[in-house]
């Protein structure tokens, strides 16, 4: 007959175990906190590199005038605010860049993400980008993605006057992206 008694765990085991286990999560839910926020920087990079090629596409594809411009209503074009606040993609009939009742909305893209920084420079207007039906554009621009949160991981899309774009983690001349500028 073996002498087998039960054996617990005591006192002293758990509030080790505990402490322990606590200092990892402590450790790595900062570092999760950072994972999720350089994978919205990249979603929002590809929903936006989708909505230019889609534009561009759109242009070629009718042969008419496609411009993407930020949109806080998701129905017109905006002069001011932010381009986080949305973007819409319509067929420009008219040519003047501007969306009226009867020209087909092909896309309204909502708000990014609290805290999520959008930002567009151009030699032209910073306002919309027109694709022209060969699918080339007027000016040359980049758009800056950035959350302040992790701004090491800021990108940049660098649209050239042939409709193209391309993902780069600096601006052009190799200069930084800065958050908020």
């Known amino acids: 007959m073996s002498n087998s008694m039960p054996r617990g765990v005591t006192l002293l085991e758990i509030l080790v175990t505990m402490g322990i286990s606590s200092i990892i999560f402590g450790l790595t839910i900062p570092a999760m906190a950072n994972l999720i926020s350089q994978n919205r920087i990249s979603t929002q990079v590809n929903h936006l590199r989708a909505s230019l090629d889609l534009t561009r596409s759109v242009a070629i594809k009718e042969n008419e005038h496609a411009v993407i411009c930020k949109s806080d209503d998701g129905e017109k074009c905006s002069r001011t605010g932010e381009w986080s606040q949305g973007w819409i993609i319509f067929v420009d009939d008219n040519h003047n860049r501007r969306r009226s009742e009867d020209e087909r909305l092909v896309l309204a893209q909502g708000p990014l993400p609290e805290g999520t920084q959008l930002n567009y420079r151009a030699f032209g207007s910073r306002h ?54």
């Open 128 to 181: 919309y980008v027109a694709y022209r039906p060969m699918g080339f554009t007027k000016t040359n621009g980049t758009f800056t993605i950035c959350n302040p949160a992790v701004p090491d991981r800021a990108k940049a899309l660098i649209l050239t006057k042939t409709g193209r774009v391309r993902l780069s983690d600096t601006l052009p001349g190799s200069k930084p992206i800065k958050c908020g500028e």
